[in-house]
């Protein structure tokens, strides 16, 4: 007869089996010291597609990584098979830190943000000057989330030929933003291709831009091989069709050193995960004088410093006017 309460002794304690055997389980994750370093070029259905050693190798996330997200241009460890070889997979154990992100909302009413790209230095904003017209309102939210994410913008006009920039250079030109002009003529003859790989060497640069503006196309003549090598090998293990640009894909960039992202096209860019203390980094004239701010200063208030800052000639009232209407697109819709 067993006997329980005080007088119970370790004879009377029935163990239960491990049924998965002997070996107890342990909450410690192995390191995977020896795991490879790779960079993701697109994501699709839970597969990654990894640049490692030259090689693509196709990788599913693991599962101690659980709700961890990597996205296209993370830099990640991966053990397994990573020979690259059809019907192969290895496995993501580790997503390393990441120096900048790019990040959007479906509406600025969402709460929850994704990151598009990530690790990636510039964002070349893609822009029709004509057909269709050019919408400031989302170019001004693209800015904001490139200076909240940590990249640089690159603006990019194309169809020079219907109309001209000048407008458009005029409502950006406080903001001394790096840009490109390019016409139709000129991207079928390689000239403006060339223009644009100046500002793109040596950087990775996600591009962004809605439909009908010509980023596809731009970025098909940056890259006219890599995509085709590898989509191919998506494709030939997801068993999916031609890419669309339904996700985005990292590439590199033909010609010179650097990589191209090239990102879903967008209809909006929702900013509900900005913060206005992150964007005037991107301002660097104007925030030493934010210090005589009040606390959680929108810029854009009776009592912001920034106005006395202008007034005693330490920085453009340009400049000061481009920060706030860009702010001020976190609260207007684009039709406002």
Request: charged share 30%; glycine share 8%; hydrophobic share 35%.
């Amino acid at each position: 007869m067993r006997r329980y309460g005080k007088h119970t002794d370790e004879d009377d304690i029935r163990s239960r089996p491990n049924r998965r055997g002997n070996r107890p389980r342990t909450h410690i994750r192995p390191k995977h010291e020896d795991a490879a370093g790779g960079m993701v070029l697109t994501v699709d259905r839970g597969r990654l597609t990894c640049l490692v050693d030259g090689r693509t190798v196709i990788a599913m996330k693991a599962r101690e990584l659980g709700r961890k997200a990597a996205v296209v241009g993370d830099r990640v460890a991966l053990v397994g098979d990573l020979s690259g070889k059809k019907d192969t997979l290895a496995r993501v154990v580790r997503i390393e830190g990441r120096d900048s992100v790019l990040r959007r909302t479906a509406d600025d009413d969402d709460p929850y943000e994704r990151v598009v790209v990530a690790n990636a230095d510039q964002l070349a904003i893609v822009t029709a000057l004509a057909d269709p017209e050019p919408r400031p309102r989302l170019i001004d939210r693209c800015l904001v989330a490139a200076y909240d994410g940590g990249l640089s913008p690159l603006l990019v006009m194309t169809k020079s030929d219907l109309a001209p920039p000048d407008k458009l250079l005029d409502l950006y030109g406080a903001l001394d933003i790096p840009y490109v002009v390019t016409s139709r003529a000129e991207l079928e003859t390689g000239d403006a291709v060339d223009r644009v790989r100046e500002h793109l060497d040596g950087r990775v640069t996600a591009f962004v831009g809605h439909s009908g503006v010509g980023k596809t196309t731009l970025v098909n003549a940056l890259v006219p091989e890599e995509r085709r090598r590898v989509t191919g090998h998506v494709n030939a293990v997801t068993g999916r069709g031609r890419h669309t640009t339904t996700s985005a894909l990292a590439l590199p960039l033909a010609g010179a050193s650097g990589w191209v992202v090239d990102t879903p096209g967008v209809r909006s860019f929702g900013l509900a995960h900005i913060d206005p203390s992150r964007v005037i980094h991107a301002f660097p004239d104007l925030e030493p004088g934010t210090e005589g701010c009040p606390r959680a200063c929108s810029h854009d208030e009776p009592d912001c410093a920034l106005d006395e800052w202008v007034a005693e000639g330490h920085a453009d009232p340009a400049r000061l006017y481009s920060l706030r209407r860009l702010l001020a697109t976190r609260e207007r819709t684009e039709g406002d």
